[in-house]
């Protein structure tokens, strides 16, 4: 159970709160990890369609065929696995940073490439600002929104 920014536990012999043991810190993500049934087909949907570039990867031993790409400050781990699970509606879903003044042609590079829209870019109003979105899939079927809502 929360109380502000401070966690409280109930232990079952009394409550103690997790901010009595410091403070915790999280400064962003690391990194998102995807399942994909086809590595190849993901990576270059990624590399081909959206700009990400391969990064060297440890050995994972036999359990852990994958790639690690990056696009900027976006880091996307693809884990191979037999099936993917499907997914309910837009859930779930990672979404990537557009900055605004790139949105529109960032959109009309996408489309010119063929990537296919599962919903196009539009715009709402979040905590008063304006904010487009449009969504995505890989070949995997993640669902990927493409937004200019700055992360920060």
């Known amino acids: 159970m929360t109380k502000g920014n401070a966690v409280t536990i109930n232990t079952g012999t009394g409550t103690s709160s997790a901010a009595d043991a410091g403070t915790v810190t999280v400064a962003g993500y690391s990194h998102v990890n995807l399942m994909v049934d086809d590595v190849d087909a993901a990576t270059a949907f990624y590399t081909e369609m959206l700009g990400f570039e391969v990064l060297p990867r440890p050995d994972f031993g036999p359990r852990g065929h994958g790639v690690w790409l990056r696009h900027g400050a976006a880091h996307v781990h693809l884990a191979a696995v037999e099936q993917v699970t499907p ?66």
Do not use: K, Q
Request: aromatic residues 8%; hydrophobic residues 45%; glycine residues 6%.
């Open 87 to 152: 997914r309910l509606g837009f859930l779930p879903h990672i979404a990537l940073h557009i900055p605004s003044e790139h949105y529109p042609a960032t959109m009309a590079a996408l489309e010119a490439r063929g990537v296919t829209f599962v919903a196009p870019p539009r715009s709402r109003v979040d905590l008063g600002t304006t904010a487009w979105a449009a969504f995505i899939e890989d070949p995997a079927g993640n669902l990927i929104e493409l937004t200019d809502v700055d992360p920060r």
